[in-house]
């Protein structure tokens, strides 16, 4: 069953010009997708949703330049390793590497943006009827990825996009920036940072051997023949 979904004639373009508050940011639209572009290998539909979601993420919690003087600011959690990854983390300048980029591998096209300065997220899920709206807009283009990409470009946010104030609880070691002591896991004595070891019987283990049914590999023993 499709969502129920607001007719296309009730649909109020977004008008960049008319858009104070995101005009600035609209006007890089064509530049942050150029780049997102570069940054994922191929633009597509996702590309596009991802860069308007980050776009809007950004511009709800009042950070500007999210790459320059507001960098330190910015957490992003993302539910899902696609394309719109990939877009959200070039907008945002938020990278696993740099601790800002938290992924939860929840399936779903959806974004948290959290102002570590103010405490304030707010989590943005793409729509399950953009999909239909973009064949409502633009009936004429056949191919799907293309007409989504132009769709998504036009669409206005909350007709691809929910939204909700949210609160993240946000430990002190999940920030950027955070020294940990360095702890060695008493079975297989390799290191661990950020504090992510299971104390157990007053010894630190690591993730791997405190739950080995639940690695996400299984050494494979190889066997020489005698
Ligand atoms: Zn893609
Ligand atoms: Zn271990």
Known sequence: MCQPHMPISEIVFFN???????????????????????????????????????????????????????????????EI???????????????????????????????????????RAVRICARESSKEAAR?????????NKRQMLAYRELPENILFTEGWVRVALGQNEFPGYKS????????????????YIVRGGQKLCHGCAFPEARYYQPIEIRRAE
């Open 181 to 196: 002591d360095r702890a060695v896991c008493a079975i297989c004595e390799e290191g661990i940072n950020y504090d992510r």
């Open 16 to 78: 960049p010009a008319l858009a104070c508050a995101y005009s600035s940011c609209m006007q890089n639209l064509d530049e942050l997708l150029k780049q997102a572009e570069i940054a994922h290998g191929h633009l597509c539909a996702g590309q596009v949703l991802g860069v308007r979601m980050a776009m809007l993420g950004c511009a709800r919690l009042g950070i500007s330049d999210p790459r320059g003087k507001d960098r330190k600011r910015l957490v992003t959690f993302v």
């Open 81 to 119: 390793d696609r394309c719109a990854t990939d877009a959200i983390s070039v907008v945002t300048g938020c990278r696993l590497g740099k601790r800002a980029l938290k992924f939860r591998d929840w399936g779903k096209m959806a974004a948290t943006f959290v102002d570590v300065e103010t405490g």
């Open 136 to 144: 409502q807009l633009h009936p004429e283009i056949e191919n799907k």
